[in-house]
């Protein structure tokens, strides 16, 4: 069943509440980012956060809808659009199999960016953001124009990561739980990576490929596993755990 514009914009306030609930955006930071959702029925639109309201009181009466060009074409006169919306917008231009952006300025994250040192697979969560060493745009610039809004596109090429050296990073997905579940695993993933550089140094270990794709291979074993069939119907993926557990939390704040 399609979704109207207000459950849509219903969503993304409940998800950028939810960035607040998860640790990604609170003290300083808390109205430092943003989640974008490409419209189903308008690919070439999308909705985002007005400039203005911290992430944990973001609610539908704070979004506002914009084009692929970075142009508001939607939402209350009073809303201004987000300082950095032309990473949204050319992201969402240049990859159509895209739906979703999130961008905050976790610590971790911008700690290692900084320290630049190669975020490296720590643990499981989130390993698949490691199949390819993560990018990273080497200024901590705002994204506010076309020029640098097409050079974090390109930089980011076709990973679903990208880092912002002392301002953040970046995620994408085909909806809005991947790129919120792929930033909230990017930031544990760094602060393992930080603890561990405490620890040793900048020639810490880390997770061999070998061993990311022996875990992959292990995944795609469980339809094999008979034990782990189901008595009715499969449990549905998504949403999943962490999506509800926050979801839920978000929703206390309306």
């Known amino acids: 069943m399609t979704k109207n514009l207000d459950e849509l914009i219903n969503e993304v306030a409940l998800a950028s509440r939810m960035l607040y609930e998860m640790g990604l955006a609170d003290a300083s930071t808390i109205e430092r980012g943003h989640v974008s959702l490409r419209l189903p029925e308008n690919p070439d639109q999308?909705?985002?956060?007005?400039?203005?309201?911290s992430l944990s009181q973001t609610y539908p009466g704070h979004m506002v809808i914009v084009n692929v060009d970075g142009?508001?074409?939607?939402?209350?006169?009073?809303?201004?659009?987000?300082?950095?919306?032309?990473?949204?917008?050319?992201?969402?231009?240049?990859?159509?199999?895209?739906?979703?952006?999130?961008?905050?300025?976790?610590?971790?994250?911008?700690?290692?960016?900084?320290?630049?040192?190669q975020l490296q697979a720590m643990c499981i969560e989130g390993m698949p953001l490691f199949s390819k060493p993560i990018p990273m745009f080497e200024s901590p610039r705002l994204i506010i124009n076309e020029k640098?809004?097409?050079?974090?596109?390109?930089?980011?090429?076709?990973?679903?990561?990208?880092?912002?050296?002392?301002?953040?990073?970046?995620?994408?997905?085909?909806?809005?739980?991947?790129?919120?579940?792929?930033?909230?695993?990017l930031e544990e993933q760094a602060r393992m990576n930080y603890l561990a550089y405490c620890a040793v140094g900048s020639n810490?270990?880390?997770?061999?490929?070998?061993?990311?794709?022996?875990?992959?291979?292990?995944?795609?074993?469980?339809a094999e596993a008979e034990h782990l069939n189901p008595e009715l119907a499969a449990t549905p993926r998504k949403p999943g755990g962490i999506w509800k557990h926050y979801a839920a939390k978000a929703s206390l704040k309306t």
């Open 46 to 53: 999308f909705i985002i956060k007005a400039l203005g309201p």
């Open 71 to 117: 142009y508001k074409v939607g939402g209350p006169k009073e809303n201004n659009l987000p300082n950095e919306v032309k990473m949204h917008s050319c992201l969402l231009r240049d990859r159509p199999e895209i739906n979703s952006i999130v961008h905050v300025h976790p610590r971790y994250t911008v700690l290692m960016s900084v320290l630049e040192a």
């Open 148 to 185: 640098d809004g097409l050079e974090v596109s390109q930089i980011m090429g076709e990973h679903s990561a990208i880092l912002l050296q002392g301002h953040g990073a970046a995620t994408a997905g085909a909806d809005m739980e991947d790129a919120m579940v792929s930033m909230l695993h």
């Open 204 to 222: 810490h270990q880390s997770l061999t490929k070998d061993q990311q794709m022996d875990f992959v291979a292990n995944m795609r074993t469980m």
